[in-house]
């Protein structure tokens, strides 16, 4: 049986700890980051700074704690230089609000991509994808690491 957490319900525009599973941890590749108006469960508006993800998660409204991690895995504060970079994200049992609460948080480990090899599987794979579709290569570059050498050979 599947079980539904409360919190769906109630902000369910935004990625949130509620759509996690226990232990479960999610690779994301930053698309955007920017402020936006978010309307809260109380009604209330507020300009909130929001990543949005190349993955098909919701987006994420950042806090401080996230966005410094971010800051230091992208090794940037410029949220320009954020685009493209990925990171891991994961629940944490935090102190807020005078309880503990689950929390969404950027872990604080850079995600490493394989390289993709001409000649490998995976490389034959990608290039029958990119031969379909040449937006495909987006989406590779954020599943590996790709030369300037296995990106022409892709062209090819």
Not at 63 to 70: A, D, H, P, R
Not at 83 to 105: I, P, S, T, Y
Not at 129 to 155: H, M, R, T
Request: proline content about 3%; glycine content about 4%; overall charge positive.
């Amino acid at each position: 049986m599947s079980l539904t957490h409360w919190k769906k319900l109630t902000n369910p525009d935004y990625l949130g700890a509620y759509d996690f599973s226990i232990g479960e941890e999610r690779i994301v590749t930053v698309k955007e980051v920017k402020r936006e108006l978010i309307s809260g469960t109380d009604g209330k508006k507020e300009e909130c700074t929001v990543v949005h993800f190349s993955e098909p998660f919701k987006p994420m409204i950042m806090n401080v704690t996230n966005q410094k991690m971010i800051s230091k895995l992208a090794e940037s504060p410029y949220i320009e230089q954020w685009v493209g970079k990925q990171f891991k994200l994961v629940v944490v049992k935090v102190k807020a609000f005078g309880e503990v609460v689950d929390a969404l948080r950027v872990k604080s480990e850079k995600v490493v991509k394989p390289t993709l090899v001409i000649g490998s599987a995976n490389f034959d794979a990608c290039k029958a994808a990119y031969k379909a579709d040449k937006n495909k290569l987006v989406s590779i570059k954020a599943k590996y690491d790709v030369s300037k050498e296995v990106e022409e050979a892709l062209n090819a």
